[in-house]
């Protein structure tokens, strides 16, 4: 299985990829290096945009261009024009706070979690719903670090992680009111012996596809909640996985090169790159905003 680096810089904590069908193009971030990046399927060519702050998360908009949560709030970016506009202002009570991980369901609502910037294993992290009338709505607090935001394909259950915490959560979940029934776990991994849980993809078949940080590699749970598969990776600390490419079967991960050591750098050109594997496996496509 060939793993193509196909980043043309090297981020410091990339993040959040998403696929759009309709420009046959990849976005993501580089979170602690304020860069957004859109790379051209097939030719792979990258543009890239300075955020004006550390962007944690971004989504789609059915009505074009970005969603993109920063430090201090939600803005809409259209690409074309550079253009940033603040919709909804997000956690002004804690500005020690960042948005960390994000995705739409299929009504077209925005889901983020928040997490300290400075001190992670601090629980002033948040878990919102922002609906497409920009009305905000705070589901969960005490979180350190949200992450592996996902729903199944027919968008009955939820699935979040906190990283820290090593748990896959569960929840029944209304498409229809954006509301959550009881949670159970789902899964536990061990971050010392595995990596620790970060972002998470679906497949068509319900598979949750989750990056390991520190741990190199992307693993798929079932239905049953076991590990199925797993693709090891050349990044040590991969971030996030999301399906593309023109049949859904192309797997993007981005991966972090923070607090990695010059030898491990040198040894691993592939640490804060994004990584791009052809694989079996039809993924869900993710949803826009709908605001």
């Known amino acids: 299985m060939e793993i193509i680096n196909i980043a043309s810089e090297r981020a410091n904590l990339g993040e959040s990829p998403v696929w759009s069908a309709g420009e046959s193009a990849l976005y993501w971030v580089d979170i602690n290096g304020c860069r957004l990046h859109r790379a051209q399927y097939p030719s792979l060519s990258i543009q890239s945009w300075v955020t004006p702050s550390r962007a944690g998360m971004i989504a789609l908009r059915s009505s074009g261009g970005l969603m993109v949560a920063m430090v201090d709030g939600i803005y809409a970016f259209d690409p074309d024009a550079e253009n940033w506009q603040l919709l909804v202002a997000l956690e002004t009570d804690q500005p020690g706070n960042r948005p960390n991980d994000g995705k739409c369901d299929a009504a077209g609502r925005l889901w983020v979690g928040t997490m300290n910037i400075e001190d992670p294993m601090q629980p002033t992290g948040s878990f919102y719903r922002?609906?497409?009338?920009?009305?905000?709505?705070?589901?969960?607090?005490?979180i350190r670090i949200p992450n592996g935001l996902a729903w199944s394909p027919d968008d009955r259950l939820l699935y979040r992680t906190d990283t820290r915490s090593g748990l896959v959560l569960r929840y029944p979940f209304d498409a229809d009111t954006g509301t959550l029934g009881a949670e159970t776990r789902f899964f536990e991994f061990n971050a010392r012996e595995i990596g620790g849980v970060d972002g998470a993809a679906m497949d068509a078949d319900g598979g949750y596809w989750a990056a390991l940080y520190g741990g190199s590699?992307?693993?798929?749970?079932?239905?049953?909640?076991?590990?199925?598969?797993?693709?090891?990776?050349?990044?040590?600390?991969?971030?996030?996985?999301?399906?593309?490419?023109?049949?859904?079967?192309?797997?993007?991960?981005?991966?972090?090169?923070?607090?990695l050591d010059e030898a491990t750098l040198a040894a691993g050109p592939d640490n804060g790159g994004l990584l791009m594997v052809e694989t079996d496996v039809i993924g869900h496509p993710v949803h826009s905003f709908r605001g």
């Open 130 to 142: 922002i609906d497409t009338d920009l009305s905000v709505e705070k589901i969960a607090g005490e």
């Open 217 to 259: 590699r992307v693993v798929r749970i079932n239905n049953d909640g076991e590990i199925d598969r797993e693709i090891p990776l050349t990044a040590k600390q991969p971030t996030m996985p999301c399906f593309g490419g023109p049949e859904m079967k192309t797997l993007f991960v981005t991966s972090a090169a923070q607090n």
